[in-house]
């Protein structure tokens, strides 16, 4: 398992343990965002803030490839479904283990509904990818969500911890799931999931404080860091908030002094 591990310290801190995913595969679901028009530029802000890994599809590998400026782990994601589908939950495979590897993957990610009319459709991809990841010694970072007929509270804690575990019992790497609002109850999440945790950061929040709140009872709950994307890049200084968060990941700063990285 040589590969995966120094695969892994291309996403994760080594000294820390943690990692700052951005991700960046909105483009598929939700077209050309605020934030998410000039890649370049966006890659840029973020990679200098210091995250640890950018996300995005196959085809913006090439669109966002830099050439220059401070290196960052890419994770390659496989999934996709578009805001126009008759089932937005419903995810498919639209590029495999070795054309990430291609296109030069430090990881994998997919994207799970559990509860979608679609799941075992999900999860019987889940598991070719995680066959093919331990083959090629990629890591696998898993989004695992709770949507569909059955699920009336996506944040409801039951559901989150069987999010992580699913992850876990599929054979990602990593798993991401939304957060479940607080310190203890997401130390439960974590508690049953032998895999590292990240946190989601959802839609975009309505202050700064609310992010940074968030992400510091992730972490002292034990998550092993965060995957936040609109709330970074369609910050109005996503340099700055990448920076203060990773901050808050790597350096246990607190609340007000990830307050102070972002208005220095």
């Known amino acids: 398992m040589i590969g995966k591990a120094i695969r892994l310290e291309r996403i994760i801190n080594r000294d820390s343990g943690k990692t700052v995913i951005v991700p960046m595969d909105h483009g598929v679901t939700v077209g050309p965002i605020e934030g998410l028009e000039d890649m370049r530029t966006t890659i840029g802000h973020v990679v200098s803030g210091g ?14 490839h830099r050439g220059s400026g401070k290196d960052v782990g890419l994770i390659v994601h496989l999934s996709a479904g ?6 937005p939950n419903a995810k498919e495979i639209v590029c495999d283990v070795e054309e990430a590897i291609k296109l030069g993957a430090d990881a994998i990610s997919i994207h799970v509904n559990i509860g979608a009319e679609t799941e075992g459709q999900m999860l019987r991809q889940f598991g070719r990818v995680s066959e093919r990841c331990t083959f090629w010694q990629m890591p696998l970072v898993a989004m695992v969500y709770t949507r569909g007929p059955k699920i009336s509270n996506e944040y409801e804690l039951k559901n989150i911890k069987l999010a992580a575990r699913v992850g876990a019992e599929l054979g990602a790497d990593i798993v991401k799931v939304v957060y479940t609002g607080t310190p203890e109850s997401f130390a439960e999440v974590v508690a049953g999931c032998p895999i590292p945790v990240v946190i989601a950061g959802g839609p975009k929040m309505g202050s700064d404080e609310e992010i940074f709140r968030m992400v510091e009872g992730a972490l002292k709950a034990g998550a092993a860091g965060i995957s936040i994307g609109r709330n970074a890049w369609q910050h109005k200084t996503p340099e700055k908030m990448v920076r203060a968060l990773s901050k808050m990941v790597h350096e246990n700063a607190t ?10």
């Not at 995250?51 to 966002?64: D, S």
């Not at 578009?82 to 089932?87: A, E, Q």
Request: proline letters at 3%.
């Open 51 to 64: 995250a640890n890994a950018i996300l995005m599809h196959k085809g913006i590998v090439r669109a966002g």
């Open 82 to 87: 578009t805001m126009l589908s008759p089932d």
């Open 255 to 264: 609340v007000a002094a990830a307050q102070q990285v972002l208005h220095t």
